[in-house]
């Protein structure tokens, strides 16, 4: 690992700090409905939505109605998209005359996008046609990272609120996060990618002739528009089947930067929203510091273990580090970083290939998703997940000093920690089914390149992906196939909406308790000592998906590279 390469980890983590302060007060405001700077020229926009929908913002909805109404709109989107995705031979903006998407294959990639996951069995470039990639897919990028938001907000409210009977306007919500912090943030960074020689067109795909003389097709497209929000929503699924390992998605080293700090930038501010919330930063400031630690601990394996090399390699003599799968315009530690980066966030985009990081390098990607994508996590899933942990956490704590656990001045009973771990249990539970499914199945196992324990990691990686709604993966696994397709497309509703709605049962229970004062008797929820204490029940909770696993896949791995085993 060079000077350089912790330099540029430096650099990030000072960045993102600055960030967490300005993007959560923004996020606070969006919260409690109050005028922002934009209100001048978006406010009529916003009036005009709801005029048109009839909906009344200042309506009030309890948990059960939320969830209602956000299921039925993400339901409908996907229904939607599955419809363009199968009509679109005969829909406009198609200049590759591209054929109708197969319907195992639309039936994925509706529930990917509508989820928030972005899993693609497909390369964009030869798949989706520009409509498709814009009305189809795009539009769940600003709609479902949204929707996450909304939902953080709604559990905001139910820590915050004192004998409430509701938990907010999930419509209101959504359209104030879309308009005046989405769409905004999303036009600059577009332009800063055209800048940067992001394309951003509806023509078609140009011919070009390479400097050996050879003729070469250049798939064009709306990629800049897509990129801003691909990253901002921690949504992650690319324009081009290389995703940010492609020039024309990721030109530069300056956009590979910009791109990182994106996927963090909503989830580390929503941490200091949740102070502002319930009337303490230092409890928004002591989850971001439990998140840190987790994240570091992940950088420093990763980066060490990929700067360390192949060992199969070195006993052919050949040293170095290991550069296969990474773009040489990013080199081992920018590359380390980002993977560490898009799992720890429920993003998914990537500029290296997994599959092709050491057998550690590419356990601390498939780590990060099985706690639950909550080191720092997607905009407002990584903040909910994490609050569910801190639910048991301080259930632990209160049992240890043996009094009733309180959290930010609630109680949290018997109804809370119950809910909280089936939320926490779908995790284990799904990403475990399933892959033991795939890994007995005969249309399973035709799926992994890979033989013996890297082809189960492969296995492994696609379904903790599809659950933790991440959308990376081991590509080595050949997933365009009905029953992949099918297979993951249900592990990624589970893994999306089996885990709100208890969610949003904790937040109406919560909102209509009584404030409750601290005492001297109260474990203390700002310190050190809970820091360490979240951290812990994280990595507890999070072995029981990861331990089974690592016994049969990524250590394997190890193990056979150590001993200079080709897979």
Same mark, same amino acid.
């Given at each position: 690992?060079?000077?350089?390469?912790?330099?540029?980890?430096?650099?990030?983590?000072?960045?993102?700090?600055?960030?967490?302060?300005?993007?959560?007060?923004?996020?606070?405001?969006?919260?409690?409905?109050?005028?922002?700077?934009?209100?001048?020229?978006?406010?009529?926009?916003?009036?005009?939505?709801?005029?048109?929908?009839?909906?009344?913002?200042?309506?009030?909805?309890?948990?059960?109605?939320?969830?209602?109404?956000?299921? @039925?709109?993400?339901?409908?989107?996907?229904?939607?998209?599955?419809?363009?995705?199968?009509?679109?031979?005969?829909?406009?903006?198609?200049?590759?005359?591209?054929?109708?998407?197969?319907?195992?294959?639309?039936?994925?990639?509706?529930?990917?996008?509508?989820?928030?996951?972005?899993?693609?069995?497909?390369?964009?470039?030869?798949?989706?046609?520009?409509?498709?990639?814009?009305?189809?897919?795009?539009?769940?990028?600003?709609?479902?990272?949204?929707?996450?938001?909304?939902?953080?907000?709604?559990?905001?409210?139910?820590?915050?609120?004192?004998?409430?009977?509701?938990?907010?306007?999930?419509?209101?919500?959504?359209?104030?996060?879309?308009?005046?912090?989405?769409?905004?943030?999303? @036009?600059?960074?577009?332009?800063?990618?055209?800048?940067?020689?992001?394309?951003?067109?509806?023509?078609?795909?140009?011919?070009?002739?390479?400097?050996?003389?050879?003729?070469?097709?250049?798939?064009?497209?709306?990629?800049?528009?897509?990129?801003?929000?691909?990253?901002?929503?921690?949504?992650?699924?690319?324009?081009?089947?290389?995703?940010?390992?492609?020039?024309?998605?990721?030109?530069?080293?300056?956009?590979?930067?910009?791109?990182?700090?994106?996927?963090?930038?909503?989830?580390?501010?929503?941490?200091?929203?949740?102070?502002? $919330?319930?009337?303490?930063?230092?409890?928004?400031?002591?989850?971001?510091?439990?998140?840190?630690?987790?994240?570091? $601990?992940?950088?420093?394996?990763?980066?060490?273990?990929?700067?360390?090399?192949?060992?199969?390699?070195?006993?052919?003599?050949?040293?170095?580090?290991?550069?296969?799968?990474?773009? @040489?315009?990013?080199?081992?530690?920018?590359?380390?970083?980002?993977?560490?980066?898009?799992?720890?966030?429920?993003?998914?985009?990537?500029?290296?290939?997994?599959?092709?990081?050491?057998?550690?390098?590419?356990?601390?990607?498939?780590?990060?998703?099985?706690?639950?994508?909550?080191?720092?996590?997607?905009?407002?899933?990584?903040?909910?997940?994490?609050?569910?942990?801190?639910?048991?956490?301080?259930?632990?704590?209160?049992?240890?000093?043996?009094?009733?656990?309180?959290?930010?001045?609630?109680?949290?009973?018997?109804?809370?920690?119950?809910?909280?771990?089936?939320?926490?249990?779908?995790?284990?539970?799904?990403?475990?089914?399933?892959? $033991?499914?795939?890994?007995?199945?005969?249309?399973?196992?035709?799926?992994?390149?890979?033989?013996?324990?890297?082809?189960?990691?492969?296995?492994?990686?696609?379904?903790?992906?599809?659950?933790?709604?991440?959308?990376?993966?081991?590509?080595?696994?050949?997933?365009?196939?009905?029953?992949?397709?099918?297979?993951?497309? @249900?592990?990624?509703?589970?893994?999306?909406?089996?885990?709100?709605?208890?969610?949003?049962?904790? $937040?109406?229970?919560?909102?209509?308790?009584?404030?409750?004062?601290?005492?001297?008797?109260?474990?203390?929820?700002?310190?050190?000592?809970?820091?360490?204490?979240?951290?812990?029940?994280?990595?507890?909770?999070?072995?029981?998906?990861?331990?089974?696993?690592?016994?049969?896949?990524?250590?394997?791995?190890?193990?056979?590279?150590?001993?200079?085993?080709?897979?």
């Amino acid at each position: 690992m060079t000077f350089q390469g912790w330099l540029l980890i430096a650099a990030f983590v000072g960045l993102l700090l600055i960030l967490v302060k300005p993007v959560g007060l923004w996020l606070f405001a969006l919260y409690e409905g109050r005028r922002t700077p934009l209100h001048g020229l978006l406010g009529p926009v916003e009036r005009g939505f709801y005029r048109l929908s009839g909906i009344d913002p200042r309506e009030e909805q309890g948990w059960r109605r939320y969830a209602v109404h956000m299921l @039925v709109f993400n339901t409908a989107l996907l229904l939607l998209t599955y419809a363009l995705l199968r009509m679109q031979a005969v829909l406009p903006l198609n200049p590759q005359h591209l054929g109708a998407v197969s319907g195992h294959l639309a039936f994925n990639s509706a529930i990917s996008f509508t989820s928030n996951t972005n899993w693609q069995s497909y390369a964009g470039e030869s798949t989706m046609s520009n409509l498709s990639q814009m009305l189809a897919l795009t539009i769940h990028n600003f709609l479902s990272a949204a929707t996450g938001i909304a939902l953080a907000f709604a559990l905001f409210r139910g820590f915050a609120r004192r004998s409430s009977a509701t938990i907010g306007n999930f419509w209101a919500d959504m359209v104030r996060v879309t308009l005046y912090l989405l769409l905004p943030l999303c @036009v600059l960074l577009a332009i800063f990618y055209m800048a940067s020689g992001v394309p951003q067109t509806l023509a078609g795909p140009v011919e070009v002739t390479t400097l050996e003389g050879a003729k070469q097709t250049l798939a064009l497209g709306p990629v800049a528009g897509q990129e801003a929000i691909k990253m901002l929503g921690t949504n992650g699924g690319g324009f081009f089947n290389a995703n940010s390992a492609h020039p024309f998605e990721n030109p530069t080293a300056l956009t590979n930067f910009v791109q990182m700090l994106s996927i963090f930038a909503i989830g580390v501010g929503l941490t200091h929203s949740f102070g502002k $919330a319930v009337g303490n930063v230092r409890q928004g400031w002591a989850i971001l510091a439990a998140m840190m630690v987790l994240f570091l $601990a992940g950088v420093a394996i990763t980066c060490w273990q990929e700067a360390a090399g192949n060992p199969v390699l070195h006993h052919l003599g050949v040293p170095g580090g290991n550069m296969e799968g990474k773009e @040489v315009r990013f080199g081992i530690a920018a590359s380390a970083l980002f993977s560490v980066i898009t799992t720890a966030a429920s993003c998914g985009a990537v500029n290296a290939m997994h599959d092709s990081f050491t057998a550690i390098g590419g356990l601390v990607p498939l780590f990060n998703m099985q706690l639950g994508e909550v080191v720092v996590g997607g905009v407002g899933a990584g903040i909910y997940g994490f609050l569910l942990f801190a639910i048991l956490a301080v259930f632990v704590a209160g049992l240890m000093v043996g009094r009733t656990p309180e959290y930010v001045g609630k109680k949290i009973e018997s109804r809370e920690v119950k809910l909280a771990v089936l939320a926490i249990a779908v995790l284990p539970m799904a990403i475990l089914g399933f892959t $033991a499914i795939a890994s007995v199945l005969p249309a399973g196992l035709a799926g992994p390149l890979n033989k013996g324990p890297h082809g189960f990691s492969e296995i492994l990686y696609a379904f903790t992906s599809a659950v933790a709604n991440n959308g990376s993966a081991f590509a080595g696994l050949t997933a365009n196939t009905p029953f992949y397709n099918g297979l993951l497309g @249900v592990a990624m509703w589970i893994g999306r909406f089996f885990i709100i709605i208890p969610m949003l049962a904790i $937040a109406g229970g919560l909102a209509a308790k009584k404030y409750t004062p601290e005492t001297a008797g109260s474990f203390p929820t700002t310190g050190p000592l809970w820091t360490g204490l979240l951290v812990g029940i994280v990595l507890i909770v999070g072995g029981l998906t990861f331990l089974p696993g690592l016994a049969l896949g990524p250590m394997a791995d190890h193990l056979a590279m150590v001993r200079g085993q080709l897979f």
